[in-house]
C-alpha cells in the first residue's frame, strides 16, 4: 500500500504561479505512474497530468494545461512536483495525487488532496 500525501496548494491572483508536492511512502516500488487531477466545485475529477516512475519519465498533460503546467519527480526523495504557471481563475479546483501500478490499471491510493483558488 502507498500513502499519497499533496501539499503546496493556497491562494493566488490570476498569472501567479504554484508548485505542489505529492509525497509518497509506503510500498513505493510498486507504482508505475503518478499522476495528478482535479476536482473543481460542482463538477467531475478530471485528469491533469501524470509521470511514469521509471525510465525516462514519460509525461502526459490534460490540453487545458499543456504548456503552462509541468510534471517532475525526485525518486530519491519519492516526491512528484506540479509546477503550474500562469495561473487562471478555471484552474481553480481540489488537486489530488494517485498511483498507478501497471500501464492500464487505475489510478488509486488517492491522496487526501489541497486546495488551490486562483483569483481573477
Known amino acids: 500500500q502507498v500513502q499519497l500525501v499533496e501539499s503546496g496548494g493556497g491562494l493566488v491572483q490570476a498569472g501567479d504561479s504554484l508548485r505542489l508536492s505529492c509525497a509518497a511512502s509506503g510500498r513505493t516500488f510498486s507504482r508505475y505512474a503518478i499522476g495528478w487531477f ?51 481563475p478555471e484552474d481553480t479546483a481540489v488537486y489530488y495525487c494517485a498511483d498507478r501500478v501497471t500501464p492500464t490499471a487505475a489510478f488509486g491510493s488517492w491522496g487526501q488532496g489541497t486546495q488551490v483558488t486562483v483569483s481573477s
Open 38 to 88: 482535479r476536482q473543481a466545485p460542482g463538477k467531475e475529477r478530471e485528469f491533469v497530468a501524470s509521470i511514469s516512475w521509471s525510465g525516462g519519465g514519460i509525461t502526459y498533460y490534460a490540453d487545458s494545461v499543456k504548456g503552462r503546467f509541468t510534471i517532475s519527480r525526485d525518486n530519491a526523495k519519492n516526491t512528484v512536483y506540479l509546477q503550474m504557471n500562469r495561473l487562471k
